[in-house]
């Protein structure tokens, strides 16, 4: 089946730094989305981004399909970014999730 | 408008005992998805509705898990008997899939499940 690969595994930057957070997956998709889980554990959707650019704040996102990745840009670093990003692909309606980025932003 | 609600958000059981888990999905969400999440590890997804009918459960293991969702709202997940190896976050979620496509997911808070 297809893999589902991020990088860095974790992260850790001081308040105000920004950083880029990659997804790698081995074969094509139909879609791809972000989410970020806070401590707490709730899941929340970032980006719903098959392909191209998308921007929300101080976070971005872009997929290069044809390539198979994905990049997460969060610039500006606050302590409440803390948690884990994880992107999640769909393809033959499988859904997959990767193993996700720990990101902790100092104060 | 309420997300996800699931219940309950903890629940404590020795094993060989029966479990369930509740979800109510955000109004007007015709998918429910069920995910099981292991410590350190990303949500696995479970089952997935398309209203009443489960449209993929290849990932449910169903010599021991079950899962409804009648009228194609609520859905409830159930383990009979539960193993140690269950122990984990049990999340759900809904979306509002348009002509068979993935559309973004809203997630519940999660059970936590520890089977002693």
């Known amino acids: 089946g297809i893999q589902v690969e991020q990088s860095p595994p974790d992260l850790i930057l001081q308040e105000g730094a920004n950083s880029t957070l990659r997804c790698n997956f081995s074969?094509?998709?139909?879609?791809l989305q972000w989410f970020h889980q806070n401590p707490w554990g709730q899941l929340i959707n970032l980006f719903y981004?098959?392909?191209g650019t998308k921007q929300n704040g101080r976070l971005s996102a872009t997929t290069v399909a044809t390539e198979r990745y994905s990049l997460l840009y969060i610039s500006s670093s606050q302590t409440t970014d803390s948690g884990v990003y994880f992107c999640?692909?769909?393809?033959?309606?499988?859904?997959?999730f990767g193993k996700g980025t720990r990101l902790h932003i100092l104060p | 408008e309420a997300g996800v609600v699931q219940s309950p958000r903890y629940k404590i059981i020795e094993k060989k005992q029966p479990v369930a888990f509740w979800c109510n999905p955000i109004?007007?969400?015709?998918?429910l998805y069920w995910y099981l999440q292991n410590l350190g590890q990303g949500p696995e997804l479970l089952i997935r509705?398309?209203?009443?009918?489960?449209?993929?459960d290849s990932q449910l293991p169903k010599d021991r898990f079950s899962a409804e969702r009648l009228k194609g709202v609520d859905s409830t997940l159930k383990i009979q008997p539960a193993e140690l190896g269950d122990s984990a976050v049990y999340l759900c979620?809904?979306?509002?899939?348009?002509?068979?496509?993935?559309?973004?997911?809203?997630f519940g808070p999660g059970t936590r499940l520890l089977v002693l």
């Open positions: 999640a692909v769909d393809r033959d309606d499988k859904i997959i």
């Open positions: 509705y398309e209203n009443e009918e489960a449209v993929d």
């Open positions: 979620a809904s979306s509002l899939a348009v002509g068979g496509g993935w559309e973004t997911q809203y």
């Open positions: 074969d094509s998709v139909n879609n």
């Open positions: 981004i098959p392909s």
């Open positions: 109004s007007g969400h015709n998918t």
